[in-house]
């Protein structure tokens, strides 16, 4: 049941734009064993100093992150399910390192429930110590690239050996529906879950960190993000039709809340 996240769902993040080359954003993908749980570790870094702050977005993915500054390990943090894009002002000089773990694999991984992290980003050492000390431990700012992604495939690795995973059929069979119709459905009529609203609504807040409603939001929004909407479609105004919403207005104003500009802005159209 697990591997239908990782089959059905890729969340996308935008391309590096405002400070052209002097800032990357890389994804790296983990060891195979890993990916049913992690979706990729990336990199954000300055090639050099940037003459101001920079501003980073993060568009809402229904994902949960945990990153650091590899300059300071010590200070690590996780990011929660959320439900409207993120902005992080940074240094003019930074090189961050992240884990971002799909759908429900951090709540299933670490026991902790999503929806005490939604919509916020916490100190990773009063969430799970043990990541935050291995982080501590184990980083530094001269440490090779490969041998990062090789210490966080090890600490994963070592700790999934220890996992007694829930592969709850209601919440993945919900889960899987939601990404098969792309987000657009009908809640109450296409998704046949066996148990009352109630019981799939405390599933989804334990494990996603929102509800179905929202999260099926998100993964609408994702599919939009990943399908690179034409510019014909953007001109005549077809792209909210496609993608199941009623109106011009409504689409408009649910993609600048989940991106942070409006879709030609996003689009560069």
């Known amino acids: 049941m697990l591997a239908i996240i990782r089959a059905g769902y890729k969340p996308v993040q935008p391309t590096i734009t405002p400070a052209g080359e002097s800032v990357t954003y890389e994804e790296i993908l983990p060891d195979h064993r890993l990916r049913p749980y992690i979706y990729c570790y990336w990199q954000l870094k300055t090639k050099a100093p940037l003459q101001a702050p920079f501003t980073y977005r993060v568009v809402a993915d229904g ?18 399910f959320c439900k409207r894009y993120t902005e992080f002002e940074l240094d003019n000089a930074f090189n961050y390192v992240g884990v971002r773990f799909l759908p429900t694999m951090f709540p299933q991984l670490f026991n902790v429930d999503a929806s005490s992290l939604s919509n916020r980003t916490e ?29 966080l495939d090890d600490y994963f690795l070592q700790h999934l050996a220890g996992i007694d995973f829930n592969q709850d059929p209601r919440l993945y069979g919900a889960i899987a529906t939601i990404m098969k119709k792309s987000g657009v459905l009908n809640l109450e009529k296409d998704i046949d ?4 609203p109630r019981q799939l609504r405390r599933l989804f807040e334990y494990y996603i960190g929102d509800t179905a409603k929202t999260f099926s939001k998100v993964v609408r929004f994702q599919n939009i993000l990943r399908a690179k909407p034409s510019t014909q479609n953007l001109r005549e105004n077809k792209l909210f039709y496609d993608a199941g919403y009623y109106d011009q207005a409504h689409f408009i104003k649910e993609f600048k809340s989940l991106y942070g500009v409006t879709p030609s802005r996003a689009f560069g159209r």
Do not use: Y
Request: proline share 8%.
């Open 193 to 196: 879950s066996g148990i009352s």
């Open 63 to 80: 994902c949960i992150d945990v990153f650091f500054e590899l300059g300071r390990p010590e200070a690590s943090f996780v990011m929660g």
């Open 123 to 151: 100190d990773l050492g009063a969430v799970i110590p043990s990541m935050a000390r291995f982080v501590a431990d184990r980083f530094a700012p001269d440490l090779p690239t490969r041998a990062v992604w090789q210490r």
